[in-house]
């Protein structure tokens, strides 16, 4: 009871608070007006992660999901709000029990999934790297029947984030949901009259197998169904309702799509649409016009919509690139419904624009709206340190490397191993798996794509966004105004550049966030500033508590 005593008395200092016991464990129970603004900047809120039984897409199964209670978790989980500026304190409550979450055959997950941690996409957690969620980087696991305080603020962020379980294939079973950071000052309000939980588009790709046995097949896994908002169908299932978004004639929406897939990627479209690209993954961009979207496992688009088509039903596309996608939109699979008030609760007759008017965009097409421009000088290798990252696949092992090494997740996070003394690269753990990286320098990351199959690969850096001065579909290079954002493309035999700059102390994952290609070793950490780390990023007493509560679980909670 320490772990939860201590987040409880650490409450007390934000808001009235009450206990509740919930499955005989203590947490804390927010008071109602935390739901509300108010000027003050802290936002509390509980998470309660669960085993339950859906069926989305019409075929049931046991899942991994968050919910404000335990009853009511859900797929995608609850939307997470604030402002710019904000102070986020949630509380998570592992209450998994689903022993089907744990096993696999040939391959043996590295962790049991009853235990979890949560990341926050796309957050940079400036100063609390202990929050940033990742399992055996930034913390040990949250065990079951037990709580942890995420406690971090968003100073100078807004925009479309979203978060997940960063614990071995996790996420795959359920755990995803959506964060916005609304900003008051938003450069381009003038641009949207909607913008609110109405106005969120969450796509995920679905499977009837737990992630565990998707790992353990060792193939690429193919879609049972798309799901638009946590709904879809699969091939030869029933017809189950499709999502609807309502929109009033005459109106102009900021849409935020959100990528949680945990495979595939998907083209998007909205019959007879245009989407005005307004912001991605977390930036404004200069706006950008097309009518189709390809979006890949992690990546985030803001665009507005005008509805000034007829009234009527029109159908919203996510075509799978695996699985499901081979139906295209049979029956309804890989859709949801945009419904213009006034029209009948019917399924769209539209059908999709002629390959001639289809308005695609190259990400380097993209270009930020505040601020543009690369760190370092304009030429390639124009950085303070550069590195170079190869894939690559060995197809005996099934296994991905970097520079020829397999990432492997250490026993103790990274983060611990910093704050107990270890600075220097050949002392971090996993050997070959770690880079360190000097404070207030610009670094250039060159990746190349090498024979790693199965891409492209979308790479997220953790703790940064970064400018992608070479896209992985050009030879080029921009560095006066490339696209800035946290989650970027590498294709096979090609090059992908990007430039940031070390301002963050702390190591920050940089991985493949198709989540099976992470398990199977596509991934390094970037540990920058290692000796400022202990002074920047001070941990609280329960991050401390997490790995010594992990450490002791028994062989049977470890299965």
């Keep these: 009871m320490f772990l939860i005593n201590i987040v409880f008395g650490f409450c007390l200092l934000l808001l009235p608070t009450r206990l509740l016991l919930v499955n005989g464990v203590e947490i804390v129970k927010s008071h109602p007006r935390d739901k509300i603004w108010h000027e003050k900047t802290d936002h509390h809120d509980q998470l309660f992660i669960v085993n339950k039984d859906i069926a989305p897409d019409g075929f049931q199964r046991s899942t991994v999901l968050a919910g404000r209670t335990p009853q009511d978790a859900s797929f995608p989980g609850p939307l997470i709000t604030g402002r710019k500026g904000d102070r986020f304190t949630i509380n998570i409550t592992d209450l998994l029990t689903d022993p089907t979450m744990d096993r696999s055959t040939s391959i043996a997950s590295p962790f049991p999934q009853t235990q979890l941690p949560a990341h926050w996409h796309g957050l940079f957690q400036k100063t609390t790297n202990y929050a940033d969620g990742v399992a055996f980087v930034s913390q040990c696991p949250i065990a079951t029947n037990h709580s942890f305080l995420y406690d971090f603020g968003v100073p100078h962020q807004a ?79 029933p017809d189950t309702p499709l999502a609807v978004i309502n929109v009033e004639h005459g109106k102009r929406y900021r849409f935020r799509l959100i990528d949680m897939s945990f495979d595939a990627f998907h083209g998007f479209s909205i019959d007879t649409h245009n989407l005005t690209i307004i912001e991605v993954d977390g930036i404004n ?121 397999v990432f492997e997740s250490p026993t103790v996070p990274v983060l611990l191993q910093i704050l107990s003394g270890a600075h220097h690269a050949q002392d971090l753990l996993p050997k070959g798996g770690v880079h360190t990286l000097p404070p207030n320098k610009v670094i250039e990351i060159n990746f190349f794509g090498g024979d790693a199959p199965a891409g492209p690969h979308p790479f997220h850096l953790h703790g940064h966004a970064f400018d992608v001065v070479r896209t992985s579909d050009s030879s080029e290079y921009n560095f006066k105004n490339p696209v800035r954002r946290d989650t970027t493309l590498v294709a096979m035999n090609n090059q992908t550049t990007i430039r940031f700059v070390t301002d963050n102390a702390g190591p920050w994952f940089l991985h493949c966030h198709i989540d099976l290609h992470l398990s199977l070793g596509l991934a390094v950490v970037l540990a920058e500033d290692t000796r400022d780390t202990k002074k920047d990023d001070m941990t609280p007493a329960d991050w401390k508590a997490l790995c010594p509560i992990y450490n002791s679980l028994t062989p049977s909670q470890l299965p």
């Design 285 to 405: 961009t200069l706006p950008h016009t097309v009518n189709f979207i390809e979006i890949y496992p992690a990546q985030r688009y803001s665009f507005v919509l005008n509805a000034n088509q007829p009234i009527s039903n029109y159908r919203i596309r996510a075509l799978s690139n695996t699985g499901v996608g081979a139906h295209n939109f049979t029956n309804g699979v890989n859709s949801a419904i945009l419904r213009y008030v006034g029209a009948p609760e019917e399924e769209p007759q539209t059908s999709q624009p002629l390959s001639s008017d289809v308005m695609m965009f190259r990400e380097g097409d993209l270009h930020p709206l505040e601020n543009p421009g690369a760190p370092g000088n304009p030429y390639p290798g124009g950085a303070d340190l550069v590195l170079n990252f190869t894939l690559g696949f060995d197809a005996d092992m099934v296994l991905f490397s970097m520079n020829g090494v």
């Design 159 to 237: 925009g479309t984030f979203w978060y997940h379980s960063h614990l071995s294939v996790q996420y795959g079973d359920g755990l995803r949901g959506p964060i916005v950071i609304y900003d008051p000052e938003d450069p381009h309000q003038d641009l949207y009259d909607v913008d609110d939980e109405s106005t969120i588009i969450t796509i995920a790709d679905w499977f009837h197998l737990t992630s565990l046995q998707l790992l353990a097949a060792l193939v690429v896994p193919n879609a049972d169904a798309t799901l638009i908002n946590g709904k879809g169908r699969y091939v030869g299932g």
